[in-house]
Each structure stands twice: as structure tokens, then as C-alpha cells.
């Protein structure tokens, strides 16, 4: 359970380290793809078979573009509506929309 706590917890903060510095920095593109690799290709809670695992490389991304980044504004002033999610083994949480 501590492990997946810890996949859960370092693919927060990676997408914490992008908001917070953005897309056009360099190092934010280095150091997402290089976190996520280490994730798939190391980490006790990769979402890969076994056999993915014994080829795995690297995932494949194509080069950075920010011509293909897509920006949009969030508008809160809306109605909240919660769920409940069930996902089996990982255990049950309620989200907020």
C-alpha cells in the first residue's frame, strides 16, 4: 500500500512541478518525461506487464511543440456535484466535480 501511496504521490507532485512552472520551460518537459519513465520502467507500481517491463526503454513522445498546446480558462462559478468511485482494490473515494 506504501508503494502505490508513493506512485500516487510523485505523479501529483510532477503535475504540481508543471503548473507551477509551466510548459515552455524546458527543464518542466526533461523532467516529466524523465519522471514518468522512471515510473513505468522502476517503480514497484508500474502499470506494465512483465513482459512490457523486460523491453521497456522508455515511453515514446514525440517531440515538444507548444504550437499543439492547448489553453483554456476555468470558470468555478458552477454547481458542484460529488461522486462516490468504486475502482476495487484500490479502495473507494468520493470526488467533487
Do not use: W
Request: charged content about 30%; hydrophobic content about 30%.
Amino acid at each position: 500500500m506504501l508503494q502505490l501511496l508513493d506512485y500516487r504521490r510523485t505523479t501529483a507532485e510532477l503535475y504540481q512541478f508543471i503548473r507551477e512552472h509551466g510548459t515552455d520551460a524546458s527543464e518542466s518537459i526533461k523532467r516529466f518525461r524523465e519522471t514518468r519513465d522512471r515510473l513505468f520502467g522502476q517503480h514497484s507500481q508500474t502499470p506494465l506487464s512483465g513482459e512490457q517491463l523486460a523491453r521497456f526503454d522508455g515511453l515514446c513522445y514525440y517531440d515538444y511543440d507548444p504550437a499543439y498546446r492547448v489553453m483554456g480558462e476555468l470558470n468555478s462559478d458552477v454547481e458542484r456535484v460529488g461522486y462516490h468511485v468504486d475502482p476495487g482494490d484500490d479502495g473507494a473515494f468520493k470526488m467533487t466535480q
